[in-house]
């Protein structure tokens, strides 16, 4: 606990009382401290949202980002210094609302930063709107008029999207949700951890009540619970039972890791390969100068251009 | 006496155009001559009329006249597109079994494109096809017209290749219609086939060889059955042959080295026409080559390169870019009309982020997909104000090729020095157009990373945004310094955190926007307008951007048409140079502004910054660029008529 007090900052958090985002950040500022993260060397990115603020509230770089695009600040963030570890925080209108786009793209390079997703199915900061992952014909406390629009998953978009690590935790579960985060970070590739995150202001539908009875744990109901790819082509058989089992709208929500593959090269792998100094020499790390003389030279390209 | 010869080869998208243009290029610089080249095509791909338009002479060139010495078509419709394209006496190369075809049956010509030409060949009395084209070019415009059997000079090609099937040389069509302008011209067959080589390079000696047979059957044809052509220009190698050694580049490439000299290691993009060549050509060139200079380095360096990303949209490639430089690397992305669109919400939080990051805006017709292949500069005023909020941004333009190497390095220094974006603007004319460039001198290049925390040391206390009076506080690099840095695209303190508070508000929104003011103190204003000519000239062109080769092009004729011009070009427009405009306005009696676009758009800018109001304009919209005859022909209406706008509209 002392630990961790080290990775928070001074700042008060200005959520409601009760805000589920509370657990969220206990999560992961314990997961940092048993980490053992070098604040210098990590970087919390976060969206716009309640759950946005969170990057103020660590005591390592915070990057407070724009609706929607924290995944892209993050993305050029780590392949700039692959070094840091970047974990990116938002809601899920930020994630996978406005910001979809970028959500599913990332899932196609399985660079290794770790997404969470503070699922409260509404938006929070906005004053209780629908979020995508508000069922239809739902109303919530806010709402003028039931939902009118079906949700997506965050999890099984996540699988169809080639995210390698895919899990979900509850927000009131913190100790559960601080081994998820853990392994989510320690997960080398794309990671993503949707958070059931109860918004005691504007969803009166979803509470932290009814998740007390719905939430169950994977590694509890099915003892043999494996989510780790073993070869490349287990991956489909894996991904299908994952997909199975993270409904969120039957008896039980199952939380937990749901699929881990670690046989996809990381972006930075990608890069290294074409590029063999790009780890060791990052493009943060490039020295462009010497007593503000440039480095590069051009002569190659331009020799076949001289007439 | 001068020589000179500009040349239109068109032909159909994919036909071998830009092939041909390329060896044409490098031929006539091999054979001694300065030369400058564009290009102009549809949003397409295969198929419709693509031309480029190539002017050489003894001295240096950086524009395009709206007439031509020689139209080549590959194509039909090439010939319809351009026959009144030639100056007086003028030549049209084209085959003889185009003749017949009817302007109607030109499956690929636009059909507003089609009754505009067909109502106009008719009101002059001739038939709407290409034989009628051709009867007014040969009464009206006293055309020299060369029907060149193409196919039999393929057929004949066939034979000396030993190839069975037309359908395989008909790839050699492109060199067939070079042949001939290069034969009618007497351009050297030894300058050809250093073209050739350039063009195809040691790895394919063989291609070499074949087109030389190609170009060897056609230069007997014309030379037997044509008489000569009056411009014959030969080769430049006497006394008025250019002796500096040049590279040519278009402008993407131009841009691209200059940001790799300029230090950049990551670069962002989504393609977009015409931007995303620099990107793919940073990518093919994405390992670095260290200066012998720098032994130490290169081995340090050893397998570091350049990280080119393809991002899914241009939200993500400016924010990825931003990301990028808050560790350190020099970051840029590059982007067009509706890509910039999409950047302007992640402008403004590296704005008020004070990020170093820098975006390359290649303008093209607007708005939205507008012209996508075309030329424009309507898009100053939108890169001046983009974003919702007040931020400082730098925006710089660029007027040619050699300009744009060193302003990419500019940009990538101005950004770190005042931690702020900067916008670098220039145009499709400028990335699809080919020029002469001097090699760039790296003693007038260096580099400024400004202000940097200098501690190596753990800095519990450091605050990114600390006030300081100049506004620049020393900035920590994530990954880097051992001191923490917040960022927030909400107004903050000192430390990067949140706030509202009105007097932290007061005092950050001023720091900010001093920084501005700073870049205005330090950047001398020459470097932000530049004139040329004689300064006691009482005509003043203003323009900028792409506008200037055809100013500079243009001042020699005016000069010997007795009108004494100076240029006046203005190369920032943020922070705006607002002295030497206003002085060299108000020592001018006539002041003439020159832009691409309708509104006027610098000479708006130049009335909120000095109050000065420019009377008369030559504008254009049409999405081509503003020629050096324009140039004149606008000079001449001010002048003589004092016309207030003068509308261009030349170029097909
Ligand atoms: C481009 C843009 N559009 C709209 C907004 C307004 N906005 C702020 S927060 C928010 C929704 C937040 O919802 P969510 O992402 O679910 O986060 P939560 O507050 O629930 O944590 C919106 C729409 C904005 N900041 N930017
Ligand atoms: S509105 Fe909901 S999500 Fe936002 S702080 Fe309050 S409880 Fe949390
Ligand atoms: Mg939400």
Redesign the pocket.
Known sequence: MALMQTYKSNLNPDWCPGCG?YGILNAALMAFAELKLDPYKTVVVG??????KIPHYFNVHGVHT???RAVTFASGLKLANPELTVVVF??????L??GVGHFVSVGRRNIDITIII?N?Q?????KGQA?PTLPRGIKTKALPMPNMQDPINPVRLALASGYTFVARGYAYNVQHLKEVIKKAIQHKGLSVVEVLQP?PTYNDVYTKEVYAQKVAYLEKEFPDWDPVVKSPEEASDKIKRAWDLSDLYGDKIYAGVFYQNPHVPTYEERIANRIPGYLKIPPAKVPIQVNGKPIASVEHILKPRMV | MAKEIEVILGGPQGGGIETAAQIFIRSLARAGYYVYGKREYFSNIMGRHSYFQVRARDRPVRSVRSKVDIVAGLDAESIATHFDDIVDGGAIIYDPSFVNTKIVAMPMMEPDTKEHLIKRLKSEGYDPSVQGALMYAEEKLNAKLYPLPYKQMLEEAAKKLNVQSLAIVQRFLNTVVLSAVAALIGLPREDLESGLKDVFGARKPKAVEQNLIVADIVYDYVKSNFPPFHKVIGGNKDDNARKEPMAILNGNEAIAIGKILGGLTFQTYYPITPAADESFFLEAHEQLQIDPEFSEEAEILKGAGIVVFQAEDEMAAINMATGAALTGARAATATSGPGFSLMV?GLGWAGINEVPVVVTYYMRGGPSTGLPTRDSQSDLLFALSAGHGEFPRIVLSSGDHEEAIYDAVKALNWAERYQTPVIHLVEKNLANSWMMVKPPKRDLISIDRGHLVSDENENKSYARFEFQDNGVSPRALIGVHKALVWYTGDEHDEYGHITEDPVTRYEMYKKRLKKLELADKEIPESERAILYGDHDADIAIVGWGSVKGAVLDAMDSLQSRGYNVKFLQIKVFSPFPRNIVREVLSRSKIVIDIENNYLGQAARVIAMETGILIKHKALKWTGRPITESEVVMAVEKVVKEGAETVILRDGK
């Open positions: 985002d969206g716009i949202g309640c759950s946005g724009l609706h929607g938002g809601g899920d209108g930020d994630q609302g406005i503070h409260n509404v938006y929070g900061l906005t979020s918004c | 919400e």
